[in-house]
């Protein structure tokens, strides 16, 4: 790994355009911009779902017809008009390969691009992929691997197809269409997203990962994703997004479910890298997220993040510890630059007894960049015993920036142990220098004391993926100093 | 190896170097102490290239090459290393992995690939042993919790690991005890050669006995005002500084 983190690095830190700054022009199925409840049937119909399912998103767009766009985040930007956007785009490259070659090679070609080639993946590692490219699945591999343990890996869409009873019995379980305004949205025109069941007892082999892209102008991604951890199963998830750089605001509303059953472990990694607007803050993508966990008896939920994109960030990744026993983890690096604005964080929910959460945020802001840690821990009055260490680190870079923690703790127990560690830092002239004089330039500089800083998170995440989120954290920061 | 020729520098217009001239060749170690405030940490920081003091006049050459405008990272490139007298702590980064960039960024420079891990953790264990630090001890963050003797040491450990042509020590005996002192000495001793120079700035003569100087120069209100042997240094901790200035103000 280091080979590749040192020099490969050393090369695309010269690079100032943004790196993934491409357009792909796959041929594609649109629909007209605006939403009502015919789109929401259109979409459906596409999908050809079924009648529950249809039934499911109108349910949804109707409750977000009553819901106004929450305000509350420490974050400016302007609305979108959800009327001026386009709720379905797919690629009409549309059956499944077998093989690579079959694949279209303008899309290899975006890959190569993004450095993270099918083939290369294939060989290494052993990374099965779901790619996700404008909202419609278009590869899978290592599927054989998987349905030989149970484990089912497939698109959202197939998923309802073929596996319709797991999805009816969980979908909205963890995120409820009328949770909040964006997860109400994506609920009513999810276009795709990621199915995932590891069966009882069984350790998935490989690191499951899915790659998100925006591709195609104007279309919104509405992702869904859901995983199922059925008793005593072990998962490790991965979710990594580029997208091209664009002019106009990208609006992504995606809803993350996670199911563990009794002592079942999910671990579910992102690396987000969207266009982040450009250095006046034009463009960029808005992030609106709902992830959130729901732990049964002894199981554990780790959300690792390192979120380097967008232009606006909205995202908590969350955990019901609903079982005794149970744990939830997040681990997050949250990096801001130019005009990026991010207001990121979690809620722990302490309903069981004996349950343990630990939260680590690391906070990094540079240029004209605010950013901020919001974060819950709620202890019910049933949750005996349950005890939560969280610790807020915010790194500046510069005078113009901002970091923010709100931390709230709501405790109605008084046999719970809860800890907060707080503190604020900036990368100073003399640490530059000193890293000058022993020959390491300002930008190398920079990224080892970010790294540093960011350490125990990075140390969190699979090793593939720790690579390329060093390799993130450097092009995020450049040109951030000096 | 290095010659300053009437170096004038000032941080935020305040002139505190005021013609500077200075020569060091290969093999030899120049001793330069002074009263407080005579300039000596600026001086030591102004030949590696510390962006906040602005050179105003004269030159520093490298084995004849004009670095005056050289950032810090291409003098270090070149063979200038600086053993700070207040180590910066870089938390969540490795005395280890700090060497290894440091090591690595300099071969970039030079147009070489990677030191290969094997040859680097040998050159870690050769050097380690010699300035008798506990393996331990690099795995730790930079600096971070260092004791003021364990940072020092530290320094000298980067010196022996970057193998630099000159080596300037800014008060490194400053918070050391006398073990300390004498293994970051013996250290120095040897990593001194024939091909390599050391200036070694110190406030008191004690490091001098154990870093045998060949010239010792009296830094005062910017300027060089005194040079001799090492029999200099002996004269200044017997008499203090005050007849100096009083020769210099006669």
Same mark, same amino acid.
């Given at each position: 790994?280091?080979?590749?983190?040192?020099?490969?690095?050393?090369?695309?830190?010269?690079?100032?355009?943004?790196?993934?700054?491409?357009?792909?022009?796959?041929?594609?199925?649109?629909?007209?911009?605006?939403?009502?409840?015919?789109?929401?049937?259109?979409?459906?119909?596409?999908?050809?779902?079924?009648?529950?399912?249809?039934?499911?998103?109108?349910?949804?767009?109707?409750?977000?017809?009553?819901?106004?766009?929450?305000?509350?985040?420490?974050?400016?930007?302007?609305?979108?008009?959800?009327?001026?956007?386009?709720?379905?785009?797919?690629?009409?490259?549309?059956?499944?390969?077998?093989?690579?070659?079959?694949?279209?090679?303008?899309?290899?070609?975006?890959?190569?691009?993004?450095?993270?080639? *099918?083939?290369?993946?294939?060989?290494?590692?052993?990374?099965?992929?779901?790619?996700?490219?404008?909202?419609?699945?278009?590869?899978?591999?290592?599927?054989?691997?998987?349905?030989?343990?149970?484990?089912?890996?497939?698109?959202?869409?197939?998923?309802?197809?073929?596996?319709?009873?797991?999805?009816?019995?969980?979908?909205?379980?963890?995120?409820?269409?009328?949770?909040?305004?964006?997860?109400?949205?994506?609920?009513?025109?999810?276009?795709?997203?990621?199915? /995932?069941?590891?069966?009882?007892?069984?350790?998935?082999?490989?690191?499951?990962?899915?790659?998100?892209?925006?591709?195609?102008?104007?279309?919104?991604?509405?992702?869904?994703?859901?995983?199922?951890?059925?008793?005593?199963?072990?998962?490790?998830?991965?979710?990594? /997004?580029? @997208?091209?750089?664009?002019?106009?605001?990208?609006?992504?509303?995606?809803?993350?479910?996670?199911?563990?059953?009794?002592? @079942?472990?999910?671990?579910?990694?992102?690396?987000?890298?969207?266009?982040?607007?450009?250095?006046?803050?034009?463009?960029?993508?808005?992030?609106?997220?709902?992830?959130?966990?729901?732990?049964?008896?002894?199981?554990?939920?780790?959300?690792?993040?390192?979120?380097?994109?967008?232009?606006?960030?909205?995202?908590?990744?969350?955990?019901?510890?609903?079982?005794?026993?149970?744990?939830?983890?997040?681990?997050?690096?949250?990096?801001?630059?130019?005009?990026?604005?991010?207001?990121?964080?979690?809620?722990?929910?302490?309903?069981?007894?004996?349950?343990?959460?630990?939260?680590?945020?690391?906070?990094?802001?540079?240029?004209?960049?605010?950013?901020?840690?919001?974060?819950?821990?709620?202890?019910?009055?049933?949750?005996?015993?349950?005890?939560?260490?969280?610790?807020?680190?915010?790194?500046?870079?510069?005078?113009?920036?901002?970091?923010?923690?709100?931390?709230?703790?709501?405790?109605?127990?008084?046999?719970?142990?809860?800890?907060?560690?707080?503190?604020?830092?900036?990368?100073?002239?003399?640490?530059?220098?000193?890293?000058?004089?022993?020959?390491?330039?300002?930008?190398?500089?920079?990224?080892?004391?970010?790294?540093?800083?960011?350490?125990?998170? *990075?140390?969190?995440?699979?090793?593939?993926?720790?690579?390329?989120?060093?390799?993130?954290?450097?092009?995020?920061?450049?040109?951030?100093?000096? | 190896?290095?010659?300053?020729?009437?170096?004038?520098?000032?941080?935020?217009?305040?002139?505190?170097?005021?013609?500077?001239?200075?020569?060091?060749?290969?093999?030899?170690?120049?001793?330069?102490?002074?009263?407080?405030?005579?300039?000596?940490?600026?001086?030591?920081?102004?030949?590696?290239?510390?962006?906040?003091?602005?050179?105003?006049?004269?030159?520093?050459?490298?084995?004849?090459?004009?670095?005056?405008?050289?950032?810090?990272?291409?003098?270090?490139?070149?063979?200038?290393?600086?053993?700070?007298?207040?180590?910066?702590?870089?938390?969540?980064?490795?005395?280890?992995?700090? $060497?290894?960039?440091?090591?690595?960024?300099?071969?970039?420079?030079?147009?070489?690939?990677? $030191?290969?891990?094997?040859? $680097?953790?040998?050159?870690?264990?050769?050097?380690?042993?010699?300035?008798?630090?506990?393996?331990?001890?690099?795995?730790?963050?930079?600096?971070?919790?260092?004791?003021?003797?364990?940072?020092?040491?530290?320094?000298?450990?980067?010196?022996? $690991?970057?193998?630099?042509?000159?080596?300037?020590?800014?008060?490194?005996?400053?918070?050391?005890?006398?073990?300390?002192?004498?293994?970051?000495?013996?250290?120095?001793?040897?990593?001194?050669?024939?091909?390599?120079?050391?200036?070694?700035?110190?406030?008191?003569?004690?490091?001098?006995?154990?870093?045998?100087?060949?010239?010792?120069?009296?830094?005062?209100?910017?300027?060089?005002?005194?040079?001799?042997?090492?029999?200099?240094?002996?004269?200044?901790?017997?008499?203090?500084?005050?007849?100096?200035?009083?020769?210099?103000?006669?």
């Amino acid at each position: 790994m280091t080979k590749y983190t040192e020099d490969d690095l050393r090369e695309e830190l010269k690079t100032k355009e943004y790196e993934y700054g491409f357009y792909t022009d796959i041929e594609s199925d649109t629909f007209p911009i605006g939403l009502n409840e015919d789109v929401v049937r259109a979409i459906s119909l596409k999908k050809e779902e079924p009648e529950w399912m249809t039934d499911w998103r109108l349910e949804a767009f109707r409750a977000w017809e009553e819901m106004i766009e929450p305000e509350w985040a420490n974050v400016n930007y302007v609305k979108p008009d959800f009327q001026s956007i386009s709720y379905y785009s797919a690629p009409n490259t549309k059956p499944k390969y077998d093989s690579l070659d079959e694949v279209d090679p303008e899309l290899l070609e975006t890959f190569k691009k993004l450095g993270i080639s *099918l083939d290369e993946q294939k060989a290494l590692a052993g990374v099965a992929m779901d790619v996700v490219i404008d909202s419609v699945s278009v590869a899978t591999t290592f599927k054989k691997t998987l349905n030989e343990k149970g484990i089912i890996f497939c698109s959202m869409s197939e998923a309802i197809k073929e596996h319709p009873e797991l999805v009816r019995k969980h979908i909205g379980t963890v995120v409820p269409q009328k949770d909040n305004f964006y997860a109400a949205l994506n609920s009513a025109v999810f276009s795709d997203g990621s199915f /995932c069941y590891i069966p009882k007892g069984v350790r998935c082999p490989m690191e499951l990962s899915t790659y998100f892209r925006i591709n195609q102008a104007n279309t919104g991604q509405f992702e869904r994703t859901l995983v199922i951890a059925d008793e005593g199963s072990y998962v490790s998830y991965l979710e990594g /997004c580029t @997208a091209p750089s664009r002019d106009e605001n990208q609006l992504h509303a995606a809803v993350v479910e996670l199911i563990a059953m009794d002592d @079942a472990e999910i671990k579910y990694s992102t690396v987000q890298n969207w266009f982040p607007g450009n250095s006046e803050g034009k463009g960029g993508v808005f992030n609106f997220v709902t992830k959130r966990g729901l732990c049964e008896k002894n199981a554990k939920i780790s959300w690792t993040q390192v979120e380097t994109g967008s232009a606006i960030t909205w995202k908590y990744p969350s955990c019901i510890l609903k079982g005794d026993n149970s744990v939830g983890e997040f681990y997050s690096i949250a990096v801001t630059n130019n005009y990026q604005q991010a207001d990121t964080g979690t809620k722990m929910i302490h309903l069981g007894k004996n349950t343990k959460s630990t939260i680590i945020s690391k906070g990094i802001s540079a240029g004209k960049s605010q950013n901020s840690y919001r974060g819950l821990v709620q202890i019910s009055a049933r949750a005996e015993n349950a005890r939560n260490f969280s610790q807020c680190d915010s790194l500046l870079m510069g005078n113009d920036c901002g970091a923010h923690t709100f931390p709230y703790i709501e405790v109605k127990n008084k046999s719970s142990i809860i800890e907060h560690e707080a503190t604020t830092s900036k990368i100073g002239e003399d640490q530059i220098f000193y890293c000058n004089q022993r020959g390491i330039d300002t930008e190398k500089a920079i990224a080892l004391i970010v790294n540093g800083f960011s350490k125990e998170v *990075l140390n969190k995440l699979p090793m593939e993926f720790a690579v390329e989120a060093q390799k993130l954290l450097e092009i995020s920061l450049e040109g951030s100093v000096g | 190896m290095l010659k300053i020729n009437n170096l004038h520098a000032s941080v935020e217009d305040k002139a505190i170097l005021r013609g500077i001239n200075l020569e060091v060749k290969a093999g030899e170690v120049h001793a330069i102490m002074g009263p407080n405030g005579s300039g000596k940490s600026t001086l030591a920081s102004v030949i590696a290239g510390k962006e906040e003091y602005e050179m105003t006049d004269g030159e520093i050459l490298l084995e004849n090459e004009n670095i005056n405008e050289m950032a810090p990272e291409e003098r270090a490139h070149k063979g200038i290393f600086l053993s700070f007298q207040y180590p910066i702590e870089i938390p969540g980064v490795s005395v280890t992995n700090f $060497m290894k960039t440091a090591i690595n960024e300099t071969r970039k420079a030079k147009g070489l690939p990677d $030191m290969p891990a094997n040859e $680097m953790l040998k050159m870690i264990r050769e050097k380690s042993e010699m300035l008798e630090i506990d393996r331990k001890f690099l795995s730790r963050s930079l600096n971070e919790g260092f004791s003021g003797g364990e940072k020092k040491r530290n320094e000298i450990f980067q010196m022996a $690991m970057l193998e630099p042509k000159l080596a300037i020590l800014d008060e490194t005996d400053s918070g050391l005890d006398i073990d300390a002192l004498r293994i970051v000495a013996n250290g120095v001793n040897k990593l001194r050669s024939k091909d390599n120079a050391v200036i070694v700035i110190t406030h008191y003569q004690r490091l001098l006995d154990h870093i045998v100087p060949d010239f010792v120069h009296v830094l005062f209100e910017g300027r060089i005002v005194k040079s001799g042997g090492k029999e200099l240094a002996h004269e200044l901790e017997e008499k203090g500084y005050d007849w100096i200035k009083e020769e210099v103000n006669a």
